[in-house]
């Protein structure tokens, strides 16, 4: 079982930055892959990043590739969305999520939500 909690969201002029974290709660030892999606009102969930816990492996959406950067903190159990020149376009609620760690590398697993298991609340990113 895994459980996921966002904070760090928050309101931002355009052309700011923002840093999302992600507390995970895990009850097995394996490795997982944590994501990050976002989704913005009236459009369908948009996957963005994901990370290999316990590597360095990562993998992004062309539409943030450049802007926004996933990282983890082992130690504990964190993982961030650090997001770049932010614009309107942005905005949306971000999710994390998490998933076995097959296919953790591939562009694919980002493709759909329905490929991650667990999800968080989610956390308010508005930028004007």
């Known amino acids: 079982q895994v459980q996921l909690v966002e904070s760090g969201g928050g309101s931002v002029q355009a052309g700011g930055s923002l840093r999302l974290s992600c507390a995970v709660s895990v009850s097995s030892a394996n490795d997982y892959c944590l994501g990050w999606f976002r989704q913005a009102s009236g459009k369908e969930r948009e996957g963005l990043a994901a990370i290999l816990s316990g590597a360095k492996s990562t993998i992004y959406a062309a539409s943030v590739k450049g802007r926004f950067t996933i990282s983890q903190d082992n130690t504990k159990k964190m993982v961030y969305l650090k997001m770049n020149r932010l614009s309107p376009e942005d905005t949306a609620m971000y999710y994390c999520?998490?998933?076995?760690?097959?296919?953790?590398?591939?562009?694919?697993?980002?493709?759909?939500?329905?490929?991650?298991?667990?999800w968080g609340q989610g956390t308010q990113v508005t930028v004007s």
């Open positions: 999520a998490a998933r076995n760690r097959y296919g953790c590398a591939a562009g694919w697993v980002l493709s759909l939500p329905g490929h991650f298991d667990y």
